[in-house]
């Protein structure tokens, strides 16, 4: 089975870090996928990890531990702007690249 | 990175009529994807397709979907009998650019079904 686990909610303050936790149980997996989705617009693509660790890219980093089946999504140094559903997607094994994604986590930034 | 565009933005019909949406890669790609996400819920794959043919489909696309390519550039997603519980926005995907097979979205349809 297929079975995507992340928090449904989280607040922060502007300025601060915040770690978007995702548990992932799975039959087959190439990585794991991390998208932004702002209301009523298409996920936006943030990080893709294949491999065990951490990866940055300027405010946004993502860490991938394969053996535990688990990832996060850290954002520093909140903005307004980063209001926003934040999606943890599979890459299943299939062939052609299915994405199964979780409920997602809808963060909220206050002033 | 260029993604997609879709067309129509927003779609409304009646249940049981047919509905085309279209998705028109900016430039060649090889992978395409339709995934849809009911208002509130998850993001849930529909299908892939793979030079000009399905790749994978999920439990959800029934006998009441179909997608093709028909003049090698459009990629459209057909609903036949459309029911309410096919509103929702129904996003393309490509990927393939690259050697990297990372899947960027289009701007998604929204389909209202009354």
């Known amino acids: 089975g297929q079975n995507i686990d992340q928090p449904t909610e989280m607040t922060a303050t502007e300025g601060a870090i915040v770690q978007i936790n995702c548990t992932y149980q799975t039959s087959g997996f190439n990585g794991l996928f991390w998208y932004q989705q702002h209301a009523g617009e298409a996920p936006t693509f943030l990080s893709y990890?294949?491999?065990?660790g951490l990866e940055e890219k300027g405010r946004f980093s993502s860490f991938l531990s394969r053996s535990k089946g688990y990832s996060y999504l850290l954002l520093k140094e909140l903005q307004m702007k980063d209001s926003a559903s934040y999606l943890c997607?599979?890459?299943?094994?299939?062939?052609?690249?299915?994405?199964?994604f979780g409920t997602g986590t809808r963060l909220l930034v206050s002033p | 990175e260029p993604e997609v565009t879709q067309t129509p933005s927003h779609q409304v019909t009646q249940m049981g009529q047919e509905v085309i949406l279209r998705c028109v890669p900016i430039s060649n790609h090889l992978y395409f994807y339709w995934y849809r996400q009911i208002l509130g819920q998850k993001v849930e794959f529909l299908v892939s397709f793979y030079n000009n043919e399905i790749s994978e489909k999920s439990e959800i696309f029934d006998d009441q979907f179909s997608v093709e390519r028909p003049d090698g550039s459009n990629f459209t997603l057909k609903i036949r009998s459309t029911k309410l519980e096919d509103s929702a926005m129904y996003f393309c995907?490509?990927?393939?650019?690259?050697?990297?097979?990372?899947?960027?979205f289009g701007a998604g349809t929204r389909l209202s079904v009354l």
């Open positions: 997607a599979a890459d299943m094994n299939t062939g052609f690249q299915k994405l199964v």
């Open positions: 990890n294949v491999l065990d």
């Open positions: 995907a490509r990927a393939g650019r690259e050697g990297k097979n990372i899947q960027y």
